[in-house]
């Protein structure tokens, strides 16, 4: 028998879930922004160098601005790594998320009818 407590029980955890999985939209756009963020500093760190690569340099100067350069590309390549990597995160937490309210649905749906059947 399915007391009122677990009807409440049930529901409480789908409004949680429901909650968690306005929460990931969220994080996800924050995401999106942040990636466009950092591809626009990219951008113009890409662009600013390549202003002062027009420069005269000497040969240690050359060294320090292909540094430079490379640091700036490896560290643009891992932050979009990290992205990436929470794309996934989060994406794997959503489907677990929809995996759970389909199951906790059909426990709630089961629990009705229980109740009705004994009412």
Request: proline share 0%; charged share 55%.
């Given at each position: 028998m399915i007391s009122k407590s677990n009807l409440d029980t049930l529901s409480k955890e789908r409004k949680q879930f429901f909650q968690r999985w306005d929460q990931i939209d969220v994080e996800v756009r924050q995401v999106k922004r942040f990636e466009e963020a950092i591809d626009d500093l990219y951008g113009n760190a890409v662009f600013s160098l390549s202003q002062i690569e027009n420069l005269p340099m000497n040969r240690m100067d050359a060294y320090d601005f292909d540094d430079i350069l490379f640091s700036v590309q490896r560290n643009h390549h891992l932050l979009s790594l990290d992205i990436?990597?929470?794309?996934?995160?989060?994406?794997?937490?959503?489907?677990?998320?929809?995996?759970?309210?389909?199951?906790?649905?059909?426990?709630?749906?089961?629990?009705?009818?229980?109740?009705?059947r004994m009412n």
């Open positions: 990436e990597d929470q794309r996934i995160e989060l994406k794997k937490e959503e489907k677990a998320i929809e995996e759970r309210l389909q199951n906790l649905q059909r426990e709630y749906n089961q629990a009705l009818d229980e109740e009705d």
